[in-house]
């Protein structure tokens, strides 16, 4: 019984003594007003305390009030490299003498010891002053009257140059345009031009710099080893149908043979009928008549026009110089064979012209003549026209 109400009575006691020990704890955690003397509270605002930071650091023991007030905490930093931030007190005064270049500039080259060099713009002006320009001065750029200023130099033609207006080797067909080969000869007041040479032979020049293909270039090669005489003549264009890319004037083929008049034909032709006249024309005409060949007589090639000269037909072959007619052969001992229908009694040029039709097939792809149609009555016709079947149509 005791027991029981001795255990009753420490609830309540217990609960009576919590609050007495917080509040017991908590003014113990309250500073006295008067640390270091100044009467200062341990808990302030935030804001109170930032202005205060410096004065609650210190750690001398002095006076608070020997400390700067806040405000004078707030220095204004010294500029990076400044006199202030390197601790010189006064700044450096510049010299109180005025510089001053002398009036012909400052002799470097004095300076050093060396003796003077004379500068490009300096030999450049004496030259001049004399008349003796290296290269053309032009004075006045920029006006509405520029002088050229001193004469250049003479320059000596080279060998280069002089060897251009020479024909080639083995035949005429590298072409030097007349302009350019009299360049170097020319004379003004008894002063020798400059001339500079030029590549104006199509073969020499790369195909990447607008030269002649290599197939182009191969195919000549091929006309030079059949002895064809030649030249290349200037791109020949009108139009969309017509023209001839790298075209050439055939005047002659192997064994002094002339093409009268001269062809304007593409290479590719050409090299055809060199090796028919010669395989099988001229071994015809000493077979017959104990004769080799002397001139042929071409009647057309190139010429901008359709098939016979027909309105509303396809374009003619020889609208792209890829044709040569042939109207007359004359032979060495005199005697002129015709391509016409022949009498009856004319067994020997009668033969030659079907021998004519016969191996001719064997070199272009188009051959008519006497007895094909009324276009052809007076002349051979060759051709080289590309057909998808490969097929040849010689009248035989």
């Given at each position: 019984?005791?027991?029981?109400?001795?255990?009753?009575?420490?609830?309540?006691?217990?609960?009576?003594l919590?609050?007495?020990?917080?509040?017991?704890?908590?003014?113990?955690?309250?500073?006295?007003d008067?640390?270091?003397?100044?009467?200062?509270?341990?808990?302030?605002?935030?804001?109170?305390?930032?202005?205060?930071?410096?004065?609650?650091?210190?750690?001398?023991?002095?006076?608070?009030?020997?400390?700067?007030?806040?405000?004078?905490?707030?220095?204004?930093?010294?500029?990076?490299?400044?006199?202030e931030?390197?601790?010189?007190?006064?700044?450096?005064?510049?010299?109180?003498?005025?510089?001053?270049?002398?009036?012909?500039?400052?002799?470097?080259?004095?300076?050093?010891?060396?003796?003077?060099?004379?500068?490009?713009?300096?030999?450049?002006?004496?030259?001049?002053?004399?008349?003796?320009?290296?290269?053309?001065?032009?004075?006045?750029?920029?006006?509405?009257?520029?002088q050229?200023v001193?004469?250049?130099?003479?320059?000596?033609?080279?060998?280069a140059?002089?060897?251009?207006?020479?024909?080639?080797?083995?035949?005429?067909?590298?072409?030097?345009?007349?302009?350019?080969?009299?360049?170097?000869?020319?004379?003004?007041?008894?002063?020798?031009?400059?001339?500079?040479?030029?590549?104006?032979?199509?073969m020499?020049?790369?195909?990447?710099?607008?030269g002649?293909?290599?197939?182009?270039?191969?195919?000549?090669?091929?006309?030079?080893?059949?002895?064809?005489?030649?030249?290349?003549?200037?791109?020949i264009s009108?139009?969309?149908?017509?023209?001839?890319?790298?075209?050439?004037?055939?005047?002659?083929?192997?064994?002094?043979?002339?093409?009268?008049?001269?062809?304007?034909?593409?290479?590719?032709i050409?090299e055809?009928?060199?090796?028919?006249?010669?395989?099988?024309?001229?071994?015809?005409?000493?077979?017959?008549?104990?004769?080799?060949?002397?001139a042929?007589?071409?009647?057309?090639?190139?010429?901008?026009?359709?098939m016979n000269?027909?309105?509303?037909?396809?374009?003619?072959?020889?609208?792209?110089?890829?044709?040569?007619?042939?109207?007359?052969?004359?032979?060495?001992?005199?005697?002129?064979?015709?391509?016409?229908?022949k009498?009856?009694?004319?067994?020997?040029?009668?033969?030659?012209?079907?021998?004519?039709?016969?191996?001719?097939?064997?070199?272009?792809?188009?051959?008519?003549?006497?007895?094909?149609?009324?276009?052809?009555?007076?002349?051979?016709?060759?051709?080289?026209?590309?057909?998808?079947?490969?097929?040849?149509?010689?009248?035989?």
């Amino acid at each position: 019984m005791g027991m029981a109400f001795v255990s009753g009575l420490r609830r309540p006691l217990g609960l009576l003594l919590i609050p007495a020990v917080l509040a017991a704890c908590s003014g113990g955690l309250i500073p006295p007003d008067d640390i270091d003397g100044a009467g200062v509270g341990a808990i302030r605002p935030s804001r109170s305390v930032a202005r205060q930071e410096p004065a609650d650091m210190g750690d001398t023991g002095g006076d608070l009030a020997s400390y700067p007030a806040p405000d004078a905490q707030k220095k204004r930093l010294p500029m990076i490299d400044s006199d202030e931030a390197m601790g010189v007190v006064e700044p450096v005064q510049a010299s109180s003498g005025v510089l001053t270049v002398p009036e012909g500039g400052v002799d470097m080259d004095e300076g050093l010891g060396v003796g003077g060099v004379q500068g490009l713009a300096e030999a450049q002006a004496n030259e001049i002053a004399e008349g003796n320009a290296s290269q053309v001065v032009v004075d006045g750029i920029g006006t509405d009257v520029p002088q050229q200023v001193g004469q250049p130099e003479a320059i000596p033609m080279s060998a280069a140059g002089a060897e251009l207006g020479t024909p080639a080797e083995g035949g005429n067909y590298l072409r030097v345009p007349e302009k350019a080969a009299t360049r170097g000869r020319q004379k003004t007041q008894g002063e020798q031009v400059a001339f500079l040479p030029r590549l104006s032979n199509p073969m020499q020049m790369p195909e990447t710099m607008g030269g002649m293909p290599a197939s182009e270039k191969a195919c000549r090669q091929r006309l030079q080893k059949l002895g064809v005489t030649f030249r290349d003549v200037p791109r020949i264009s009108k139009g969309r149908s017509c023209g001839i890319e790298w075209p050439i004037e055939l005047s002659g083929l192997s064994g002094g043979i002339q093409i009268k008049p001269a062809a304007q034909v593409n290479c590719q032709i050409t090299e055809a009928f060199a090796r028919w006249v010669k395989n099988e024309l001229v071994p015809s005409t000493r077979t017959r008549y104990l004769s080799g060949v002397s001139a042929i007589h071409q009647m057309s090639s190139y010429s901008c026009r359709t098939m016979n000269s027909q309105r509303g037909a396809a374009m003619s072959e020889h609208a792209k110089g890829n044709a040569i007619d042939v109207g007359k052969i004359v032979l060495k001992s005199g005697k002129a064979i015709a391509i016409e229908p022949k009498g009856f009694f004319a067994f020997r040029e009668k033969g030659l012209l079907k021998s004519v039709r016969g191996d001719s097939c064997k070199y272009f792809s188009t051959v008519l003549g006497p007895g094909s149609d009324r276009f052809h009555k007076d002349h051979f016709h060759f051709d080289l026209r590309a057909r998808k079947s490969g097929y040849r149509h010689c009248s035989l």
